[in-house]
């Protein structure tokens, strides 16, 4: 793979500020809204309006892959407008009331997760475009592990600046390093050139009416309303469930993407050795299992302990995920059918951010694990049907 360097430093840093950026959304905006004493059921529903953008970034894919905007390509400038978006709607939000005026906020972190969809998108096609086959398991490490470096940072900045600082100074922050990745936009190499086996063709959404792609979305949809969910009940249990203050509620998001990025690095290996069928049932069952033990919960320590292993097991399944997604993308429509199964994803993710808000309220902290524990299992009868047809893959 060419320019190896500028193409590792631009992934590293759009995919941690895609960590960054969805730590606050999950974690650290439901504490940021408790602070304006809103309830865990209204703070659920606007985290929803959130997820809104990535679910309808199957708009942005179909765009991307089927518009060279204003001559200049299919991805690098969508990049460049997500990222411009995104970090100007951060920077807006400290100087909005979510007391006084809450549906301007609503609106400006909704431009906010746009943009964040936007270039996530671009980069996304322009990986799979210029990613040569025997190269993706690195890829896929820099996304997983640029996400979760993305996590740790977050929860170690914004829980100390939120603590020592007040809450304006993380918006800032975010602001700042969210630029960053605009440098590399213009020394990366250019977007490869559309011959027939990847220009735009309709008839590859066809591929969507194949069974194993199916069951896979369904795969893709349940685990992420589970992990996410309980990601963002994580901070809200260890801060209010056992009086963890801010700075170590930091301290337990820092852990949980220490685990993601451990998960993912032990993905990149063992993914391959075990095989994608049974990588999927690990990563399934052993999320299962450990979502159900954060319940017992009942002291920092155990907190610190449980999360990190919880992060592993978040890391290793989305490397799986992510793998299988870009196996299964027919290079005609990339960027759309990657979009897709992030976009269930995130529909998942959407789903879930209101049902944990009112399992909060509704049955407590420890019932809301238990609960998601086991809508996870329901994908398990159908990984055998994902890969029926995928003997290669076995």
Known sequence: MENK???????????TLEGILTTYFIIFNILYLRSFEKSFTEIGLINA???IPFIIKIFVGIFSDGVNLFG???????VVIGIIMEAAAIFAIPFISPVTHMPVFIVVLFLAALGMSIFDTATDGYCIDITPEDHRGY??????????????LAGIAIGYIAHRLGWPWVFYVIGIFSVLPLIFVFIVPPEVERTTEIEFDKSAFRSFLKLPVILFMILGFVYPLVVYSVESVVGAFVNEGISMNLWNVGTITSLIGIGMAAGALAGS?????LGHR????VALITTSVIVAALAAINAPTAAYILTVIFGFAFGYYEAVYFTLGMDFADPRIAATMFA?????????IGLGQPIAGALMDTVGFRWTFIVFALINLIALPLIPFIFKKRPAAA
């Open 5 to 15: 360097v500028p193409l590792s430093l631009f992934y590293g840093l759009v995919y």
């Open 49 to 51: 309006v959130i997820i």
């Open 72 to 78: 200049m390509g299919h991805r690098k400038p969508l």
């Open 139 to 152: 890829v896929q490490g820099l996304m997983v592990g640029g996400r979760a470096v993305g996590a740790v």
């Open 269 to 273: 290996g063992l993914i391959d050795r």
């Open 278 to 281: 049974r990588s999927v049932y």
């Open 340 to 348: 897709i199964f992030m976009a269930l994803g995130n529909f998942g």
